[in-house]
């Protein structure tokens, strides 16, 4: 239960946002706040990964890559498309990233990535 009064405001505000915005069922919504905090955790862990191989004076290798090696790195980055236009992003994460996150993951490989396989942005 929510008992600071501006909190429970700002989370109202957010509820309210989903709503309108097409996101009637709260569990949609939640999956897809996750998929957005969990791409903003993956850029998190790149950003520290590539100051440590720097520290360390190594060449440090994207691992975020297309199936044909050509490396997505930059577009599949938060810092990259939320400073896209609202309309923009959203086609951005449908058509490049959303698509993408499995073949982040190694082959084979079961981890935290292997909850995100089926991950798609919601039409409206």
């Not at 939640?30 to 790149?46: A, C, M, N, T």
């Not at 360390?56 to 577009?75: D, F, L, V, W």
Request: with cysteine; charged share 30%; hydrophobic share 35%.
């Amino acid at each position: 239960m929510l008992t600071d009064p501006k909190l429970h405001s700002q989370v109202d505000s957010r509820w309210d946002k989903f709503w309108t915005g097409g996101l009637a069922n709260t569990l949609d919504a939640i999956e897809q706040f996750l998929y957005l905090l969990f791409l903003k955790q993956l850029e998190d862990r790149e950003n520290a990964a590539e100051r440590q191989a720097k520290r360390k004076g190594e060449r440090y290798q994207a691992k975020a890559c297309t199936e044909h090696g050509r490396s997505i790195q930059k577009e599949m980055r938060w810092s990259y498309w939320s400073q896209l236009k609202a309309e923009e992003a959203l086609s951005h994460l449908k058509r490049e990233v959303f698509p993408n996150i499995v073949k982040l993951a190694p082959s084979g490989e079961t981890n935290s990535l292997g909850r995100y396989e089926e991950c798609r942005m919601i039409d409206e």
